[in-house]
Each structure stands twice: as C-alpha cells, then as structure tokens.
C-alpha cells in the first residue's frame, strides 16, 4: 500500500510511504541494484549503515544462480543474502528482450538461451511470477515486452498490446504472502500508447506502476518525455517507478516530475572505474590531478570512505589494482545516490524542494574540472 503524504507546491514531486511485508519504504526512494542478490563490491552491512531502504534483485540471474533448488533450502532471497529489508525483483523482461534476435516471441513468453552455457529457456509471465513468488520479493514486476528505442510506431504498437495480455496474466498467478505486484507502462515516446498502456493497466488493479522502456539507449530529452507523458495517466494514491534511472541530475528532475521510485547500476559501475559522484559532479580519481590531494573524495560527505581516507590514497589503490580502492568508491557513490534521495525527502517534508532543484540542477555538472583548486589540495603535474 502505498501512502500520499504531502505534494510539492512548485512541481509534481511527492513525499509518500510504501508499505511493505518487510517494511516500510519512504519515497522518492533509489533502490541499489542487487543483480545476483549482492550490490557490487557492498555487504548488507554498509547498505544498512548508509540507510539503504530497499534493493533490487533480478529474476532472470537469479533464476539460472543459484537456481530454484538452492534458494528455496536457503529459505527464499532475504535470507539467502542475509537482507532483511524489502525487496524488488524485475521479471526478466528486459534482460530477455534485450538478446534481440537470438530470442523467439510467443503467446505466452520468449524463448531463447542463456547467456552461460547456451540452454534453451522459455520465460513469460507464468514463468517469471513463479520465479519472483519462490524469491519472496516484496515487490513483484510483471513481464512485459520492452522494445529498443528504435522501434517503429507499429512494434511498439504491438509491444503495448503484449505487455496489457502478459500483465493480466501475471495478475492470475499464486503470489507469496504480502507481495505486491507492480505493472510496467509500455509505450516508447508515443502519447497515445503510453495512455493506452497505463490506462489498460489501471483497468486489471496493480499495487503500484513503473514506466518501462526508458533507459534503453534513447536520448535524455526522449526519456523525460516519456515520463511526462506517462504521469498524467497513473494514479494519484500509488506508487510510481522509472525503471533504470539514472543520473543524480536526472533523480532531482524526475522527481519533479512524480516519480516515486528509481534504480540504477551507475553508483557501483562507475565507481569501478575510478569515477566518483559529487554536488559538483564527476570526476576520476585515477587522474594525476589527486596524486598528492589528501582530502576526502568529496568534503563535508559522511561516508566511511571521506571520513577515513584521503583521494591520494584511493588513487593509489586504484593504480595498483587493489580491490579496496573500488570499494571505496563504491561506498561513497551508493552513500552520495542514498544521501541524495534523502535531502529530497527532507526538502519536500520542509517545503523547499523548488529551491533545493534549482541549486542543484546549478551546481551538478557531469564533470568536475577543477580539482586541484579545492583548498588543501596540492596541484601536480598530469599524469595518465
């Protein structure tokens, strides 16, 4: 169930509550990608302590490791990863249809092979919601078609189509105890489909939407519309989801666009590049310009990371291939996303998100270019 507590007076944002059988999840939330039930480079403990609400899981991997068998000894996800907070488990459909043509759609599914040993597997609604009931998610996402951004009026026509059949059906499967069941708005950047979509869902009753086929390779301007075009036709008293967003610029504006829910890999992949989140932006921390900076990745941040290590040090540790130095980064980039969402709440609660947005979107560039002038630091000589 999800609680409308307070609107936005500049925007369409909203402060809310989701509830769920394993608590209570307070929204705008960013949900960090669990893929094979672990968040990259992270143990619950770390997630708990820099106030992760929810994670996200996916039925595809999970389906093929460990496998029905195992997680079932195990007792289900949350026990098997030791996580005892809510989670959401997507469906499959996006990893399945993004095989292109090595796949086969059906009536009732897709048929294609796995991506490790080349098995020949069917996965659809019926399959996927029994995937998600044996995992124990909280939030269940139905399966639906997502096409490529490049699809024509006419796929996409008929992705819609697919998506509002395969949606009743996973409404007709056994659910586990509590689970919410999320639909996905199809529609590509078409008004009318995604209407279409959305309101087909509301027809069948859903314990929450999300708007699917963004963030498949389309540009920022096609993705916002996309949203803007969904809202409108989603209900007011339950809860909202952009699947796979996005930037913390985007967050901020996707937020005022009412959008409750987010998810994204950037935070963990990024950081495995050497890449670090701040107000002011991005910037890479394998770069010569913080050889000799012994000062937090990002001053003020609390995170374990700023508050015991120095950027020199993690530099170092990611020149040299050492695993902590990913980790680090990891830390500080998931706590940045989770702090964020967190400051939106607080500015939403108080009243001054409008003002809160406007400095932000200001301030955020996606790269930081002055790194040697922060006070403290020590300018070098740039080195690859």
């Known amino acids: 169930m999800y609680e409308l507590l307070q609107q936005d007076s500049s925007s369409l944002a909203r402060l809310g509550r989701l509830h769920t059988a394993h608590g209570i999840v307070e929204t705008p939330v960013f949900m960090p990608v669990g893929t094979q039930a672990s968040v990259k480079a992270l143990d619950g403990r770390e997630l708990r302590e820099m106030g992760t609400q929810i994670l996200l899981g996916n039925t595809y991997h999970l389906n093929i490791r460990p496998g029905r068998a195992i997680m079932e000894a195990a007792g289900g996800l949350h026990r098997f990863m030791n996580w005892h907070g809510p989670i959401l488990t997507d469906s499959g459909g996006f990893q399945v249809f993004s095989l292109g043509k090595i796949r086969k759609i059906k009536e009732h599914g897709v048929e294609f092979r796995s991506h490790l040993d080349g098995a020949l597997i069917f996965l659809g609604p019926k399959e996927s919601m029994e995937i998600q009931r044996w995992l124990g998610s909280d939030i269940a996402m139905v399966f639906d078609e997502c096409p490529p951004h490049t699809a024509s009026r006419d796929e996409v026509a008929r992705a819609v189509q697919r998506t509002l059949r395969w ?23 078409h008004p009318d489909l995604r209407q279409r979509c959305a309101e087909g869902l509301r027809g ?11 963030s498949v390779g389309e540009p920022e301007p096609e993705m916002l519309k996309a949203i803007e ?4 036709h989603l209900p007011l008293n339950q809860a909202r989801y952009a699947m796979g967003l996005g930037t913390p610029a985007q967050l901020v504006e996707l937020v005022a666009r009412g959008v409750d829910m987010f998810d994204c890999v950037l935070p963990t992949r990024v950081a495995r590049n050497g890449t670090a989140y701040t107000a002011r932006g991005t910037f890479s921390i394998k770069g010569g310009a913080v050889k000799a900076d012994f000062g937090p990745i990002e001053e003020g941040c ?31 980039n998931s706590h940045f996303y989770l702090r964020l ?3 939106i709440r607080r ?12 400095q932000f979107i200001a301030n955020y560039r996606p790269t930081e270019r002055v790194l040697a002038q922060r006070k403290g630091a020590q300018p070098v000589p740039s080195e690859p």
Do not use: K
């Open 347 to 358: 500015h939403l609660a108080a009243g001054t998100f409008g003002a809160f947005r406007e």
């Open 167 to 189: 949606a009743g059906e996973c409404l007709e499967q056994p659910r586990a105890a509590g689970q919410l069941v999320f639909g996905i708005v199809q529609g590509g950047s």
């Open 229 to 232: 075009i969904t809202i409108p």
């Open 302 to 332: 609390p995170c374990f990371a700023c508050q015991h290590h120095t950027r020199a040090y993690i530099r170092h540790l990611l020149n040299v291939n050492e695993i902590l130095g990913l980790r680090l980064v990891s830390i500080h």
């Open 204 to 214: 069948l009753g859903f314990d929450g939407y999300a708007i699917g086929g963004v």
């Open 341 to 343: 969402m967190a400051d």
